[in-house]
């Protein structure tokens, strides 16, 4: 299945400041290609429109993209809230530009989980991974209470939900290497993506 979802934007967060990793993230090299291109060219197969949210718009001039300002800087929620804002579909799915190995099937199965929900959101062994997700603008409200309170936590605003999960026994079979929600947040956690290619 390769049809464009066109109901849904995509939406890429790219206002991280990479602190643990000392550069910016979204620019490291996996396989030749930067991290950010590896994420856009596998969201544009999956989604009509794209949104970058983040507040560098000539970081990432060259990918021809909209690139919206955070209206809540410094927070991942923050970057979710924008581009729920801005996007025209009811509904956005959302990635951190750290995903070196984003995998459209597994993206397909999150959209297609997500009638009648909030949020659809991947929970691995570890717990939920709320930045490879699904959601609706039935979440701003509840999102805007919560970073107009000083809450920054992703979590704590999905438990006022109601958000269903894409368990770790579905994820393994889309993804049995378990290399799609991977991310990058240190020099040592890119050295392990490099040798997984």
């Known amino acids: 299945m390769n049809s464009l979802f066109n109901d849904i934007t995509g939406v890429i967060l790219v206002?991280?400041?990479?602190?643990?990793?000392?550069?910016?993230?979204?620019?490291?090299?996996?396989?030749?290609?930067?991290?950010?291109?590896?994420?856009?060219?596998?969201?544009?197969g999956c989604f009509?429109?794209?949104?970058?949210?983040?507040?560098?718009?000539?970081?990432?001039?060259?990918?021809?993209?909209?690139?919206?300002?955070d209206s809540y800087p410094g927070s991942s929620l923050g970057g979710l809230y924008t581009g729920l804002q801005h996007a025209e579909t009811d509904r956005i799915f959302v990635s951190s530009s750290d995903i070196p190995f984003p995998d459209p099937e597994l993206i397909r199965l999150i959209c297609a989980e997500a009638c009648g929900f909030d949020a659809v959101v991947p929970a691995t062994q570890g717990g939920l991974e709320p930045l490879f997700a699904l959601y609706h603008k039935s979440c701003l409200p509840a999102m805007q209470t919560?970073?107009?309170?000083?809450?920054?936590r992703i979590n704590v605003v999905l438990g006022q939900l109601n958000v269903t999960t894409i368990g770790p026994e579905q994820l393994t079979k889309v993804d049995p290497g378990g290399r799609a929600l991977l991310n990058i947040n240190t020099p040592q956690e890119y050295a392990a993506c490099r040798l997984e290619t």
């Open 48 to 69: 009509k429109n794209l949104l970058l949210v983040g507040d560098r718009p000539e970081r990432f001039a060259q990918y021809h993209l909209p690139v919206v300002p």
């Open 15 to 44: 206002g991280g400041k990479s602190r643990r990793m000392g550069q910016d993230k979204a620019f490291l090299l996996i396989e030749g290609l930067p991290v950010i291109e590896r994420i856009i060219t596998v969201m544009q």
């Open 146 to 152: 919560a970073l107009e309170a000083g809450q920054y």
